[in-house]
């Protein structure tokens, strides 16, 4: 086995997603999502950590961080599925690396087109600028082949070379990194029960 595997095998991975959410029923009430980490390393899950998020609220990094501090989460890279989470709840990439001094890695099946999100946040919230600037403090998504399949990324903590690497090498099922897989399932199936 070569070094770089071998490193990979060994890192403790927190994939990060939310569940979808009643888009019918947004705008009358405060809605939740939950927000779910599942912690593989190599390709074991050692553990799956849950917290909820406000639908359209401000609140997701902050619940984060608090999840991985509050059950003392050891943990080497986190991987999340989109900045923009729970409608425009948003993960602050930046800040969650300053805070827990560990690499943060987004991976999304499609590109974002910037003209829609930014004219959605016009559109719904007056505080559209200080929302876009979260998103794009995570920089710019590169598009890479993932398994022969397009997926776009953005790191913060880490060499873009070396993130594209540890993805490659953590997608087992498909273009997703495993534990971002797993947490995806896990979020939708919870969604239900917590919204």
Not at 44 to 47: T, V
């Given at each position: 086995m070569s070094r770089s595997k071998l490193l990979i095998k060994n890192l403790s991975v927190l994939g990060?997603?939310?569940g979808p959410f009643s888009s019918q029923?947004?705008?009358f009430t405060a809605q939740k999502a939950p927000l779910l980490g599942v912690l593989l390393k190599g390709r074991?899950?050692?553990?799956v950590y849950l917290s909820t998020v406000q639908v359209d609220g401000l609140d997701a990094t902050d619940r984060l961080i608090e999840m991985i501090q509050r059950d003392s989460v050891q943990v080497d890279l986190i991987v999340v599925g989109s900045v923009c989470i729970a409608g425009f709840n948003l993960l602050d990439l930046k800040r969650i690396h300053e805070t827990l001094g560990v690499p943060v890695i987004v991976t999304v099946s499609d590109r974002p087109r910037k003209s829609k999100v930014e004219g959605a946040l016009k559109k719904h919230f007056r505080d559209w600028r200080k929302r876009?600037?979260?998103i794009e403090s995570a920089g710019p998504l590169r598009r890479t082949l993932v398994r022969d399949k397009p997926v776009y990324m953005a790191a913060i903590g880490i060499?873009?070379?070396a993130a594209v690497s540890i993805v490659r090498s953590l997608a087992v099922l498909g273009k997703l990194p495993e534990p971002l897989r797993c947490a995806e399932i896990l979020a939708r199936g919870l969604s239900g029960v917590i919204s």
């Open positions: 990060v997603e939310a029923i947004r705008e074991r899950i050692r553990g876009l600037e979260v060499e873009p070379r």
